[in-house]
Nanobody
Framework: QVQLVESGGGLVQPGGSLRLSCAAS????????MGWYRQAPGKQRELVAR???????NFADSVKGRFTISRDNAKNAVYLQMNSLKPEDTAVYYC???????????????WGQGTQVTVSS
């Protein structure tokens, strides 16, 4: 009964910026790691960035120095600030979160519906 809703995708020129947002809702007890993945046509889904509940971050080499990830634990939300965008960043971006539904439940992965990011001139 967990839903991840994404927003912020769109069309942007190379060198531009976009900010993606994702908020988890439902019968949530706790949220652990949250992250962003992307999938371009004909390619495998890949990790873009993730952030632990304690704030530790990890980025794909291709986006280091250009993207930042942050979270708001009170809102069960995660954000991806994308700067200096390149055509190679074009993909559907998916939010992911590890969510526990109760004190005694294990964490499970949940996915957003995806939001399209297109970088083109």
């Amino acid at each position: 009964q967990v839903q991840l809703v994404e927003s912020g995708g769109g069309l942007v020129q190379p060198g531009g910026s976009l900010r993606l947002s994702c908020a988890a809702s439902g019968s949530i007890w706790s949220v652990n790691t949250m992250g962003w993945y992307r999938q371009a046509p004909g390619k495998q889904r890949e990790l873009v960035a993730r952030i632990s509940s304690g704030g530790s971050t990890n980025f794909a080499d291709s986006v280091k120095g250009r993207f930042t990830i942050s979270r708001d634990n009170a809102k069960n939300a995660v954000y991806l600030q994308m700067n200096s965008l390149k055509p190679e960043d074009t993909a559907v971006y998916y939010c992911n979160a590890e969510v526990s539904l109760s004190l005694t439940s294990a964490y499970r992965n949940y996915w957003g519906q995806g939001t399209q990011v297109t970088v083109s001139s």
